[in-house]
């Protein structure tokens, strides 16, 4: 199983919602990643959980709020967003931790997140 | 930070066509990583490579370390082809990666 699996597909919110994204991955990997993406744009690195603590937050709004509740799970907790956060958001996952440059990661589909 | 720039940015080919995509980076790394996204979003990693080159079916990648520099080629070209496709390198001493801007690759019937 090399499945990386995303909930929602889709996400439509307002302003004003609570809504999370989840990520969950069963091939026992140590580091999880979170990625917004903009259309026509690479990936942007959000945030990395290193054996389930958090290892890097690339100075992400505090309106998004990552949680790794065990080593299989990742979720993403978004509160009063922007318009402008409408992007993918992609989980990836990568056997060793994030010190181990030969990672490989492998990504989920995405969450296509829409704010009105 | 290393920099990866890749080329062309967009490139359609016909079907059956030799495809090569370029990649180079700027600060020494330990692996590179070709990535194919399809419309719709999902993010495929092609190979990761450390020295010479790699072959999986109808795709190669190359990698020239003293040179800074990487090929993705596709042989026998197919529309199923069309996709970006990216290059990534790990940022210094760490493993998340830094992505190039991508290749979108329209492969013509």
């Known amino acids: 199983d090399t499945e990386v699996t995303q909930t929602p597909k889709h996400l439509v919110m307002g302003m004003t919602n609570k809504k999370s994204l989840k990520c969950e991955q069963h091939m026992g990997h140590r580091a999880m990643y979170w990625y917004k993406q903009k259309a026509k744009k690479p990936p942007e690195l959000m945030f990395v959980y290193s054996y389930e603590k958090l290892s890097i937050n690339e100075s992400v709004p505090s309106r998004f709020s990552p949680e790794c509740p065990n080593s299989s799970l990742l979720n993403l907790h978004l509160h009063a967003l922007q318009p402008e956060d409408s992007a993918l958001y992609l989980c990836?996952?990568?056997?060793?931790?994030?010190?181990?440059?030969?990672?490989?990661?492998?990504f989920g589909a995405g969450t296509r997140l829409s704010v009105l | 930070k290393n920099e990866v720039e890749q080329s062309p940015q967009n490139l359609t080919a016909q079907e059956g066509e030799f495809i090569t995509i370029n990649c180079s980076y700027s600060v020494g790394i330990s692996a590179l990583h070709w990535l194919q996204q399809h419309p719709g979003g999902g993010i495929v990693s092609l190979f990761m490579l450390s020295s010479g080159k790699k072959k999986h079916g109808r795709l190669i990648a190359t990698i020239n370390i003293q040179e800074k520099h990487s090929s993705l080629h596709i042989t026998a070209s197919h529309p199923r082809d069309s996709a970006v496709y990216i290059c990534a390198v790990p940022s210094r001493g760490q493993g998340n990666l830094i992505f190039g801007k991508g290749t979108k690759l329209s492969v013509k019937p």
């Open positions: 990836a996952s990568s056997q060793f931790s994030i010190l181990f440059t030969k990672n490989i990661q492998y």
